[in-house]
C-alpha cells in the first residue's frame, strides 16, 4: 500500500431512490423537438406553394397555441416547466398545416382555442387528452366556417398558374387577346380577372387573390349523365401531385416533403411504422377496389394517396402518440380503421376529405383497441393449457 | 441472431471498467457486521451469545424454518455487543445494523481475533454415490442461498413437490445487469468448481441434463466453459439483451419453454441457479464449508481501483471501497448501489454490511445520477415494446396512479419482474417499477386480508 490517502464517498449528498437507476437519455422534451423538426420539409414546402400567407398562418397558429398552453397552465395551477415539452408548439404547427394560406387571424385564434383549451386542457392536459388537438381545431372550424376553410389559394408552382403567366407573356406579344381568353374556358372567372388586370396595369400576377379547387374537390364535383358519360374528372397528374403543386392546406400538398418527415420520424422511432403504412395501404386497396368496379366515376388509388390529407395525416397526425393505441398490434387495428373511414368518406360520403374525420373517430375507439390489442403476458399460453395454479 | 425473448433493453454495459481484473481476497477485517436475515424468509435463529469466543465457519444463528438460511461466522473473534434474553429465554439480536433496504436490521458484530483459526470443516460427501437428500441437507447446513441476487434459500429451490417433473438444470452466467463482471470473472477463474458444483446439484435434483447460458459479450468465458464443461454441460450464449439473465426469459432461451404465467421455473420442468452458487454449493459438499464469502465487483466511474474481490459477508461498504483505493477526488459520487444499476439498491449509509447476495457495489458520479420530474405519460409505448414479460407498463401506471389497484391486478401487474426496462425506456421518466412495487404491496396487503376473513 502506498501513501495515497483513501477517499470514501461523502454520504450526505447521496440519491437513494428506486431502481432502475440508469435510464435512457431519451426524454419527452426531445421527442416534441424531434417531431418539429420533421414538420420542417413540409411547412417549407407549404411556404413555397403559397407564399408568405402560409408562413403567417403557421406562426400565428403556433404563437396563439403556446400563449393558450401557458395561460391554461396558469390558470389550472400547474407548473410553467410543462411548457418547455414543446407540445404546444406541435399542435400549432399542425393546426396551421391543416388550414388554407391566408386564413384569417381570428379564425387561427378560435382554432388554436379549440385544440388547447377543449381537446388538451379541459381532459387534463398533455398525455391525457383523447382526441388529436390540432384535428379538434380543425374539424370545429370546418363545421364552424366551411367556406372559410374550403377556399385555397392557387399554389404559384401549380400548371395553372403557369398557364396563367403564359397567357399573359402572349398578350403581351398579341399571340392572343383577352377577348378569345374568355371565351375558351380556359380559365375561372377570378383567373381570367387577375390575367386581366396583370397585363392591364403591368404588374406581377397576384396569385394570392385567386382560389382553386383541390384535385379532391374537382373528383367530387365529376358527374355521371344518364347515358354514363362522365364529365369533370381531372387529369390524373402524378407528379405534381407528388411534388405537391396543387391546391390544398398548406402543410398537406407535398407528398414529398411529408415522406421527408416521415422517414425522419421512423428513422427516430418516434412514430409507429405500422400506422402510416397500414393507414396508406387500407386506403390503396378500398379506393383501389372501387377503382376496378367503377373505372370512370372513381379514382385512382395513387391519387387518392397523392392528395388531400391523407399523407399528412397517415404519418403526422394518426401517428399522435397520445391519442393512438399503445402497442404496435393495436396500431395496426387503429391504422386500419383510419383508412376505412378515409376511404369511406372520400367515396360516399358527403365531404371531399375524410381524412381529419377518419382520425378522430378512431382516437376514441383507442381505449378499446387498447384492450382488445393488448399483448400477451409472457407464458399465458402455457398457464391457459397446463391450467396449472 | 434471434431475439430469445420479447422485449429488453441495451443500457450502457460499463463492463469494461473491471471484467480484466483478476477476481482479489480481501485481508481480514478488525470487524464484521452479520445480518441475521440475508436471505429471503425467516430470519435466522441467534445461537451464539455477547462474549462467545466462535471460528471461522461456525454456526452462528440456526434455519429459522423451512424457507430460511443459518448463519455462520467469517472469521474467528469475539461476538460483540449482540444479545440479551427474551421473557420466554429466546436470544434476540439488539446491534441492528442498516441492511440494504434502508431499514433496520437484526445482525451480529464479531470482532476478529485476527488468527483467521476455522472450525472442524464439515466431512467430505461422495455425491456420486450420495442420495439427493443428503446432498440437499448439507446445502441447506451450509447457508447456501441463490447468490444471483434473489438470495432464495437453495435447499428450497431443490426441493420441488416430487410430482414436479423437473428435467433440467440452468446456470445463469448471462450477468445481464451492466457493470457486474464477478460471475464473469467466476467463469474465467473457476470454471472447473461451476461444472462440478452443477453436477453436485443436478444430482441432487435428479437430472441429466445441464444447460450453462452465457450472454455473448463474454466469449471468454463461453470458451473457457465449453472447454471444462465438455460433455458434462451444454454451453450455450446469447446475444445481449437485458434482462438475459432474468429467471423465465433465460429458461426460455435454453429450452424454448414458457414458464406459465403465474407460476415458478418448476413447472416448466426447469431449476435456474446462479454460477457462483455453483462454486458455494461445490465448496459445502466437496470441502465442507459453509457459505461465507462471494464474490462482488466494485465498480463506477468514482472508484479509483475497479475490481473483483472475494468478500466475507459482513464486510461493511467503507471497508469495501477502501480495497477499491476509495473514490476519486474530483469525481462527486451520486448514489451507492448494492448490485446492478438496473436492479439493484440505492444506499445511503456506509455502514451497510456486503450480504450472501451482494453481487456488486456500485457508484455512480453525480453527473450520471440526474433527479428527473416525473411527467405524465405521453403513451409512447417504448415500455410496452421493451417489458420481457409482455406487459402493458403504461396502463398499469396511470391505474396505480389513480390507486386502482383491483385494475392494475387485473393489467397483470402481479407477474411483472422489476426488471426496470420499463422505466429505463420512459421518456417522460415516470417512476414505473416504483408504481408497480407500490400496487403489488397494496394487492397483496388486500388478499391477505380477505384471506383472514
Not at chain 1, 407564399?51 to 400547474?78: D, Q
Not at chain 2, 431443490?158 to 467466476?186: F, M, Q, V
Request: glycine share 10%.
Amino acid at each position: 500500500m502506498d501513501n495515497q490517502e483513501i477517499i470514501l464517498p461523502d454520504t450526505s449528498n447521496l440519491i437513494v431512490s428506486s431502481s432502475p437507476h440508469v435510464l435512457n437519455k431519451e426524454h419527452v422534451n426531445g421527442i416534441m423537438r424531434d417531431v418539429i423538426i420533421a414538420m420542417i420539409p413540409a411547412c417549407a414546402a407549404g411556404i413555397i406553394f403559397f407564399g408568405i400567407s402560409a408562413f403567417n398562418v403557421l406562426l400565428l397558429c403556433t404563437l396563439f397555441c403556446v400563449g393558450l398552453e401557458g395561460l391554461m397552465l396558469k390558470i389550472l395551477g400547474k407548473s410553467m416547466n410543462a411548457l418547455k415539452d414543446g407540445s404546444a408548439i406541435v399542435t400549432g404547427l399542425l393546426l396551421g398545416m391543416n388550414l388554407a394560406a391566408g386564413t384569417p387571424w381570428w379564425i387561427c385564434l378560435i382554432g388554436s382555442i379549440l385544440a388547447i383549451v377543449l381537446a388538451k386542457h379541459l381532459y387534463g392536459g398533455l398525455g391525457y387528452n383523447p382526441f388529436n388537438p390540432a384535428l379538434v381545431g380543425r374539424v370545429g372550424l370546418l363545421i364552424a366556417f366551411p367556406a372559410a376553410l374550403t377556399t385555397w389559394p392557387v399554389n404559384r408552382l401549380s400548371p395553372k398558374v403557369a398557364a396563367m403567366k403564359e397567357a399573359i407573356s402572349d398578350l403581351m406579344n398579341n399571340d392572343t387577346s383577352l377577348v378569345m381568353l374568355q371565351n375558351s374556358g380556359e380559365f375561372t372567372k377570378a383567373q381570367y380577372a387577375a390575367i386581366k388586370e396583370a397585363f392591364l396595369n403591368k404588374t406581377e400576377l397576384l396569385v394570392d387573390t385567386i382560389s382553386s379547387a383541390t384535385p379532391l374537390d374537382a373528383i367530387s364535383q365529376a358527374t355521371m349523365n344518364a347515358e354514363g358519360v362522365v364529365t369533370g374528372m381531372p387529369e390524373m397528374e402524378y407528379m405534381d401531385y407528388f411534388m405537391g403543386y396543387i391546391g390544398g392546406c398548406i402543410g398537406e400538398t407535398s407528398a414529398l416533403a411529408i415522406l421527408i418527415g416521415g422517414a425522419y420520424l421512423i428513422f427516430r422511432r418516434l412514430i409507429r411504422w405500422q400506422v402510416p403504412f397500414f393507414y396508406i395501404l387500407t386506403v390503396l386497396i378500398v379506393t383501389g377496389i372501387m377503382h376496378m368496379i367503377h373505372p370512370d366515376m372513381s379514382a385512382t388509388p395513387l391519387f387518392h394517396i397523392l392528395t388531400g390529407g391523407l399523407m399528412l395525416g397517415a404519418f403526422f397526425m394518426a401517428t399522435d402518440m397520445v391519442t393512438s393505441p399503445v402497442s404496435a398490434k393495436g396500431a395496426v387495428i387503429y391504422a386500419i380503421g383510419c383508412g376505412l373511414i378515409t376511404a369511406v368518406i372520400r367515396l360516399w360520403g358527403s365531404y371531399p376529405e375524410g381524412v381529419s374525420f377518419s382520425i378522430l373517430f378512431m382516437n376514441a375507439f383507442v381505449p378499446l383497441i387498447d384492450r382488445i390489442s393488448a399483448k400477451k403476458v409472457f407464458g399465458s399460453k402455457e398457464a391457459a393449457q397446463g391450467g396449472a395454479a | 441472431m434471434p431475439k430469445m425473448f420479447p422485449g429488453g433493453v441495451h443500457p450502457k454495459d460499463g463492463k469494461a471498467l473491471s471484467a480484466g481484473s483478476e477476481i482479489k481476497t480481501a485481508p481480514l477485517m478488525d470487524k464484521y457486521i452479520v445480518p441475521l436475515a440475508m436471505h429471503i424468509g425467516a430470519p435466522a435463529k441467534l445461537i451464539v451469545r455477547e462474549g462467545d469466543k466462535v471460528l471461522k465457519g461456525q454456526v452462528l444463528a440456526e434455519a429459522n424454518g423451512f424457507v430460511s438460511a443459518p448463519i455462520h461466522s467469517p472469521t474467528s473473534g469475539t461476538v460483540i455487543s449482540i444479545s440479551k434474553t427474551s421473557t420466554t429465554g429466546e436470544m434476540l439480536s439488539v446491534n441492528n445494523c442498516i441492511g440494504p433496504t434502508g431499514t433496520l436490521i437484526p445482525a451480529i458484530t464479531i470482532e476478529s481475533d485476527g488468527e483467521d483459526k476455522a472450525c472442524e470443516p464439515l466431512p467430505t460427501i461422495d455425491w456420486q454415490n450420495a442420495d439427493a437428500k443428503t446432498i440437499i441437507d448439507r446445502i441447506r447446513e451450509t447457508g447456501i442461498v441463490g447468490m444471483g441476487g434473489a438470495a432464495f434459500p437453495t435447499s428450497v429451490k431443490l426441493s420441488p413437490p416430487p410430482e414436479k417433473n423437473i428435467d433440467t438444470l440452468i446456470l445463469n452466467g448471462a450477468e445481464c445487469e451492466p457493470y457486474l463482471t464477478a460471475d464473469h470473472r467466476l467463469m474465467l477463474e473457476e470454471a472447473e468448481k461451476i461444472v462440478q458444483g452443477a453436477m453436485i446439484t443436478a444430482k441432487a435434483l435428479g437430472v441429466e441434463k445441464i444447460i450453462i447460458g452465457i450472454e455473448n459479450n463474454k466469449p471468454d468465458a463461453v470458451k473457457i466453459m465449453t472447454e471444462v464443461a465438455g460433455d458434462r454441460a451444454v454451453v450455450k450464449s446469447f446475444p445481449v439483451m437485458y434482462p438475459q439473465g432474468a429467471e423465465k426469459q433465460l429458461i426460455y432461451a435454453c429450452t424454448k419453454r414458457r414458464v406459465p404465467k403465474g407460476n415458478l421455473p418448476m413447472e416448466a420442468g426447469c431449476v435456474v441457479q446462479n454460477v457462483g452458487t455453483m462454486v458455494a454449493i461445490y465448496e459445502a459438499v466437496v470441502n465442507g464449508i459453509p457459505l461465507f464469502e462471494r464474490i462482488t465487483t466494485i465498480t463506477g466511474s468514482p472508484v479509483v481501483e475497479p475490481g473483483n474481490w472475494k468478500l466475507r459477508v459482513g464486510t461493511t461498504l467503507d471497508k469495501v471501497l477502501t480495497l477499491a483505493k476509495g473514490v476519486k477526488k474530483d469525481v462527486p459520487v451520486g448514489k451507492i448501489i448494492l448490485g446492478g444499476p438496473m436492479m439493484g439498491m440505492a444506499q445511503y449509509s456506509l455502514t451497510v454490511p456486503i450480504m450472501k447476495n451482494a453481487s456488486g457495489v456500485l457508484l455512480l458520479a453525480q453527473n450520471e445520477v440526474k433527479q428527473y420530474e416525473s411527467l405524465p405519460c405521453i403513451r409512447c409505448g417504448r415500455c410496452v415494446d421493451v417489458c420481457p414479460m409482455g406487459l402493458m407498463p403504461a396502463t398499469m401506471s396511470v391505474q396505480i396512479e389513480k390507486e386502482q389497484f383491483d385494475l392494475a391486478e387485473n393489467t397483470n401487474v402481479m407477474d411483472c419482474i422489476e426488471c426496470g426496462c420499463c422505466s429505463y425506456a420512459c421518456p417522460s421518466r415516470r417512476p414505473l417499477v416504483q408504481l408497480y412495487r407500490h400496487a403489488k404491496s397494496e394487492i397483496n396487503a388486500q388478499r391477505r386480508k380477505n384471506s383472514q376473513k
